[in-house]
T-cell receptor, first 114, second 114 residues
Framework: NAGVTQTPKFQVLKTGQSMTLQCAQDMNHEYMSWYRQDPGMGLRLIHYSVGAGITDQGEVPNGYNVSRSTTEDFPLRLLSAAPSQTSVYFC?????????????FGPGTRLTVL | AQKVTQAQTEISVVEKEDVTLDCVYETRDTTYYLFWYKQPPSGELVFLIRRNSFDEQNEISGRYSWNFQKSTSSFNFTITASQVVDSAVYFCALRGSSARQLTFGSGTQLTVLP
């Protein structure tokens, strides 16, 4: 049981480049989400999904796209990277219908946009 | 709307001292869930505790204890006899029953000096 996995661990991009951050979980959780962590700001929700084919925006969705074709995978796409997207990105999952349940977090991806 | 405030940005203590991390929250939901996460220097997010709004019992787990007070909308975290390994960023988070996502505070950086 690997839990929540994220790839890559580190990435450096140039402004304007695109890339996809990968997230996968093997716990059959319906709910998956992406957060970004910036110094002094805690974690802020980018996008989330409550099941395959269903996604919605969080607090800071601009510049990011998501899709959910399977229960296991929830990739985050940066179409045209900007320096403001330099951050640490965390993917998380939890079962739907358990608002008291902990969210399981991946190890994070540290992204630098030059 | 949900909001979590961790007013202490950084705290520094000497080993074996007790330390309390403050967390104040806002929500319109009558049912809600509070969480504490630890982020050690390695960067991963470690779940520590959850508390339901209808359960105001304080909880103790080893050197850790949590004081939940609905009257003051606070969910404070105390580490007794701190150790160097407690050095980390600690996040308080809130999820209201009407919300699909966690709202995080900005975190408190705790440094325990030997």
């Amino acid at each position: 049981n690997a839990g929540v996995t994220q790839t890559p661990k580190f990435q450096v991009l140039k402004t304007g480049q695109s890339m996809t951050l990968q997230c996968a979980q093997d716990m059959n959780h319906e709910y998956m989400s992406w957060y970004r962590q910036d110094p002094g700001m805690g974690l802020r929700l980018i996008h989330y999904s409550v099941g395959a084919g269903i996604t919605d925006q969080g607090e800071v969705p601009n510049g990011y796209n998501v899709s959910r074709s399977t229960t296991e995978d929830f990739p985050l796409r940066l179409l045209s990277a900007a320096p403001s997207q330099t951050s640490v990105y965390f993917c998380a999952s939890s079962p739907v219908g358990r608002p008291d349940g902990e969210q399981f977090f991946g190890p994070g991806t540290r992204l630098t946009v030059l | 709307a949900q909001k979590v405030t961790q007013a202490q940005t950084e705290i520094s203590v000497v080993e074996k001292e007790d330390v309390t991390l403050d967390c104040v929250y806002e929500t319109r939901d009558t049912t809600y869930y509070l969480f504490w996460y630890k982020q050690p220097p390695s960067g991963e997010l470690v779940f520590l505790i959850r508390r339901n709004s209808f359960d105001e019992q304080n909880e103790i787990s080893g050197r850790y204890s949590w004081n939940f007070q609905k009257s003051t909308s606070s969910f404070n975290f105390t580490i007794t006899a701190s150790q160097v390994v407690d050095s980390a960023v600690y996040f308080c988070a809130l999820r209201g029953s009407s919300a699909r996502q966690l709202t995080f505070g900005s975190g408190t950086q705790l440094t325990v000096l030997p």
